[in-house]
């Protein structure tokens, strides 16, 4: 399973997840951005949300420029990197004043078009995380990395969020805690 994980990852696909058929899949990863609403919740006067929803953000140690090399006997070394140095963003490189580098080797890449769309991916993966949790009524309709669209008022967060986990509660009348992330650009 990890080889195989680990040769979807170098041609830029999602590990692989069992479906709710019970089907074992893969699909090309797309950026969160990207992605199209899998479900909608919203604290409204119909919300199934129930209060005590709860936000964190973590912006310790992120990195502003991710490299990621391969070292071909055949070709030599290929080498991707992305930097942020957008001047809105308060962990770029402008802002902080410095460079806080992410480098690390890599194997199986085929081709330069491959790694640069991986550093992409790991530059879009790396950034900062709002993660929020909260609850609902059980809702089993959910699948692997489900694109949510969150309006809480509780919050006040509106917008996309993958799901990256969720807890449900198979009593009569129980509850589904959902762990949601975002990421922001700061």
């Not at 996309?160 to 009569?172: C, N, S, V």
Request: proline share 4%.
């Amino acid at each position: 399973l990890r080889a195989c994980n680990d040769l979807l990852a170098a041609i830029n696909y999602y590990p692989l997840y069992a479906d709710s058929f019970g089907y074992i899949r893969s699909k090309p990863y797309e950026l969160p951005t990207a992605r199209t609403v899998d479900a909608f919740y919203a604290t409204n006067k119909t919300s199934i949300i129930q209060p005590g929803a709860q936000e964190e953000l973590d912006i310790f140690n992120a990195p502003n420029k991710i490299v990621r090399y391969l070292e071909n006997a055949e070709r030599g070394y290929i080498i991707a990197s992305v930097t942020n140095d957008d001047p809105n963003s308060k962990l770029s490189t402008v802002n902080r004043g410095r460079t806080i580098v992410d480098v690390e080797a890599v194997a199986d890449i085929a081709n330069q078009s491959s790694l640069d769309a991986y550093v992409a991916r790991i530059m879009a993966e790396k950034k900062v995380y709002q993660r929020i949790t909260f609850e609902t009524l059980n809702m089993p309709n959910h699948e692997y990395l489900d694109c949510l669209y969150v309006d809480n008022s509780e919050l006040d967060v509106a917008g996309k969020y993958i799901e990256t986990a969720w807890e449900m509660d198979l009593r009569p009348g129980g509850k589904m805690k959902h762990l949601c992330r975002k990421a922001v650009g700061l």
